[in-house]
């Protein structure tokens, strides 16, 4: 089981930056940061870009994995963000994670762009993916589709797309299936529960809906899958007998990754640093941890 860690973009980058040093000195295999114009869960909060904090993050770290956790289509052009893509797995060396999902926060309507169905939100982020995908690949792509539109978009240099993972989030079965087609991995939140148990039942059916499609396209290889521990009813970092119980579960529905939130003094992922500290002990018990 691989570990994960998302720092939000809620602070200045001299008040952030040792919160992502301190998570690869922790040993975590990756950190993530969301990537919106304005985040629902803290909408009056100051807000940075996700783009520019993992450039810098990559700045401050070696060995980390980086990754938008996770990036749509909400205020995001597919040509343009490959650039962006293009360039820091650059500035990384290879160190990038691309999480993509349809997207549910007030920046499309900051932006002005009419509402969508649910149904055709997740169209234009299945043509989102696939632009997003040509134009890591490929040198003078022109795509004429319902959503997007692009002129000879350039890629000099040669494909980057083997070296930068798509991991496609959903919690729904047509997103799941699309996923397990055209992603290189899945990550979920699973959907709303009352309890632990009814919110992991619910992943499970998810985990189910995954390995069914992964069987219709003939794919028994690896694939990776990342489980959102804090997306769940309680704060897996509440305690660290909660945390090792919700990683187990996640293990035995086949995931490979988890991912745990910087805790903060209040809500939402409010929790305690010394948790995190004692379980980032517990994987990697040859680290000492240094508080920011």
């Not at 770290?61 to 797995?89: D, M, W, Y």
């Amino acid at each position: 089981m691989r570990h994960g860690i998302c720092i939000l973009p809620d602070q200045p980058w001299a008040r952030s930056r040792s919160l992502w040093s301190a998570a690869e000195e922790m040993g975590f295999d990756h950190a993530w940061t969301y990537d919106h114009l304005v985040w629902g869960g803290l909408p009056e909060a100051q807000w940075f870009s996700c783009m520019p904090t993992l450039a810098a993050a990559a700045s401050v770290t070696t060995s980390i994995k980086l990754g938008t956790f996770v990036t749509s289509p909400n205020f995001r052009h597919p040509a343009a963000f490959s650039r962006e893509v293009q360039t820091l797995r650059d500035i990384s060396d290879d160190r990038l994670l691309v999480g993509l999902g349809v997207g549910g926060t007030p920046d499309d309507h900051i932006l002005g762009q009419p509402e969508l169905s649910i149904g055709r939100r997740v169209d234009r982020f299945q043509e989102f993916v696939g632009v997003l995908d040509a134009t890591l690949r490929d040198d003078h792509v022109t795509v004429d589709g319902e959503y997007y539109r692009i002129v000879d978009m350039r890629l000099v240099g040669g494909s980057v797309r083997d070296r930068v993972p798509l991991l496609i989030a959903g919690n729904g079965p047509r997103s799941i299936r699309f996923a397990a087609r055209h992603g290189d991995g899945w990550v979920t939140t699973g959907r709303g529960a009352d309890t632990l148990d009814e919110w992991f039942e619910d992943i499970a059916r998810g985990c189910d809906v995954l390995q069914e499609a992964r069987a219709d396209i003939g794919d028994a290889g690896d694939f990776d899958a990342y489980l959102s521990l804090d997306s769940s009813p309680r704060n897996s970092l509440e305690s660290i007998g909660l945390f090792d119980e919700m990683v187990g579960r996640a293990d035995e529905l086949g995931f490979t990754d988890v991912v745990v939130h910087w805790p903060r003094d209040e809500e939402p992922y409010r929790a305690s640093v010394d948790v995190l500290e004692a379980v980032a002990a517990r994987f990697t018990p040859t680290r000492s941890t240094t508080r920011p």
